[in-house]
């Protein structure tokens, strides 16, 4: 077994306390992305999401948040692996990394689709490029070639226009959990978790 070690930086960027906290972890999560893009780290906007299929098998990748509100609001092919899994096991989670800061951030909750006319005005608002591959692309499905997905392509963006197709839409996930960490020295981390008692929070500090 090839063993890794070392290439750890102490971290002392910041700390977490009750005081520093907002009630709403909502709000706390909207904070903590102003402060990751005012920081211009790369992509503070990418987050991993955990699946679970109806078998109990995890599986995990990058996407983007395009809405806060209620919850957190992100935009895929229905037909995916990611879509299948909700569609079997609407149970998820996401984490957010922001190194440059020493953050992260962990949220668990139960997604649903969100209608579709917030579907249809995001697929609107992307670029044509965007529209065209998220419409050809039979996401997660083995392809034999590239150029086969390079002509669908060149096809779609003959099209004057491209509507949303009935496979590609958004879900949101609606918090139960809510984890914010802060990097400390010696590994003595700052953890504090809200945890949705009702219609309000019950917020702990957790040992790291």
Known sequence: MTMFDGGHSEYTSGKLDFPDLLADPIEQLRLWLQDATNAKVIEPMAMTLATVSAEG?????MVLLRGLDEGVVFYTNYLSRKGMELGENP???LCFWWGALERQVRVEGRVAKVSTEESDAYFGSRPKDSQAASAISPQSQIVDD???LEQAMR???EQSTI???DHWGGYRLIPTYVEFWQGRKARLHDRFAYVR???GWNIHRLAP
């Open 57 to 61: 098998l995890p599986s995990a990748r």
């Open 146 to 148: 590239r150029k086969e």
């Open 163 to 165: 509507e949303r197709p």
């Open 91 to 93: 149970h998820a989670a």
């Open 155 to 157: 096809e779609m963006l």
């Open 197 to 199: 008692q009702g219609d």
